[in-house]
């Protein structure tokens, strides 16, 4: 099990971009999948995108592709979701998450092990 930390959120106008971060605990941080979902009030948490061990494999969900990239700095033990082009759809807590498993991608939120306490991202119009 790794604790994970989000940060970099705050409040950003339509068309702006944000950088989240994602500090993880532990010295098996290159071995797991890293993903980041995101929740609005009362709706389900939504898958955003995903990163492989390697860095080599990413995938994203539709809604954010060509606007918001993952990356990974094993060396740090951190993440990135860098979000640009933002809109107003977007406001939503961001969580990122690590799965042990080999599988890739890891689109279901039950099939990540760890989760952070999550970062508000809000997108004014």
């Known amino acids: 099990q790794v604790q994970l930390e989000e940060s970099g959120g705050g409040l950003v106008q339509a068309g702006g971009s944000l950088r989240l971060s994602c500090a993880a605990s532990?010295?098996?941080?290159?071995?797991?999948?890293m993903g980041w979902f995101r929740q609005a009030p009362g709706k389900e948490r939504e898958f955003v995108a995903a990163?492989?061990?390697?860095?080599?494999?990413?995938d994203y969900a539709d809604s954010v592709k060509g606007r918001f990239s993952i990356s990974r700095d094993n060396a740090k033990n951190t993440a990135y979701l860098q979000m640009n082009s933002l809109k107003p759809e977007d406001t939503a807590v961001y969580y990122c998450?690590?799965?042990?498993?080999?599988?890739?991608?890891?689109?279901?939120?039950?099939?990540?092990?760890?989760w952070g306490q999550g970062t508000q991202v809000t997108v004014s119009s």
């Open positions: 990163i492989s061990w390697s860095g080599k494999s990413t």
């Open positions: 998450a690590s799965d042990h498993r080999f599988h890739f991608p890891p689109v279901l939120v039950e099939e990540y092990d760890s």
């Open positions: 532990g010295r098996t941080f290159s071995t797991l999948t």
